[in-house]
T-cell receptor, first 114, second 114 residues
Framework: DAMVIQNPRYQVTQFGKPVTLSCSQTLNHNVMYWYQQKSSQAPKLLFHYYDKDFNNEADTPDNFQSRRPNTSFCFLDIRSPGLGDAAMYLC?????????????FGPGTRLTVL | AQSVTQLDSHVSVSEGTPVLLRCNYSSSYSPSLFWYVQHPNKGLQLLLKYTSAATLVKGINGFEAEFKKSETSFHLTKPSAHMSDAAEYFCVVSYNTGGFKTIFGAGTRLFVKA
């Protein structure tokens, strides 16, 4: 089945220790998104890639970076995690970057910062 | 400004009774509207979407929503709740004008009592 895969499902890191979260997709979609979802809150878009074009949200902290080496993979790097970065991180894809297009979500990676 | 308001943070129904989850939006543009469901520790799944075609939209698992432009509403309904419907529901507005944007409502937690 075509899908969005996130690894790992659970990640524990130490305060200030860099961490990378992974997302892959078999849908061959052009757009990949990263969302941060804190407990009992709505997902918040951090950035997205339209093909190789990186689009950062204005309020995304510099501590968050992303890489997309090819169509299938996208990575979220947190350079120096703080306690406030503990959250569920959701990856999503869509075929095109238009308002009518459905986003397909992965299961998420829950990040714990000690 | 564009916004999405989910009018209830929690809704509790008995199994077999109707479900109503309310969503109002504010948009200067012609939006696309979505409802997503999120079960605990899972990613988001599309229930249905409105993209300027029929105003009554049918989705998966017996859910439907009606787009009412005059009321700027997109309420989600289901005639008969099932225990498996217990989850978090997000109303989402998406549009392209002035740059691509996706806005999530704060979410409504649905509880289903036996």
């Amino acid at each position: 089945d075509a899908m969005v895969i996130q690894n790992p499902r659970y990640q524990v890191t130490q305060f200030g220790k860099p961490v990378t979260l992974s997302c892959s997709q078999t849908l061959n979609h052009n757009v990949m998104y990263w969302y941060q979802q804190k407990s009992s809150q709505a997902p918040k878009l951090l950035f997205h890639y339209y093909d190789k074009d990186f689009n950062n949200e204005a309020d995304t902290p510099d501590n968050f970076q992303s890489r997309r080496p090819n169509t299938s993979f996208c990575f979220l790097d947190i350079r120096s995690p703080g306690l406030g970065d503990a959250a569920m991180y959701l990856c999503a894809t869509s075929s095109v970057r238009v308002g009518t297009d459905t986003q397909y979500f992965g299961p998420g990676t829950r990040l714990t910062v000690l | 400004a564009q916004s999405v308001t989910q009018l209830d943070s929690h809704v509790s129904v008995s199994e077999g009774t109707p479900v109503l989850l309310r969503c109002n939006y504010s948009s200067s543009y012609s939006p696309s509207l979505f409802w997503y469901v999120q079960h605990p520790n899972k990613g988001l799944q599309l229930l249905l979407k409105y993209t300027s075609a029929a105003t009554l939209v049918k989705g998966i698992n017996g859910f439907e929503a009606e787009f009412k432009k005059s009321e700027t509403s997109f309420h989600l309904t289901k005639p008969s709740a099932h225990m498996s419907d217990a989850a978090e529901y997000f109303c989402v507005v998406s549009y392209n004008t002035g740059g691509f944007k996706t806005i999530f409502g704060a979410g409504t937690r649905l509880f289903v009592k036996a």
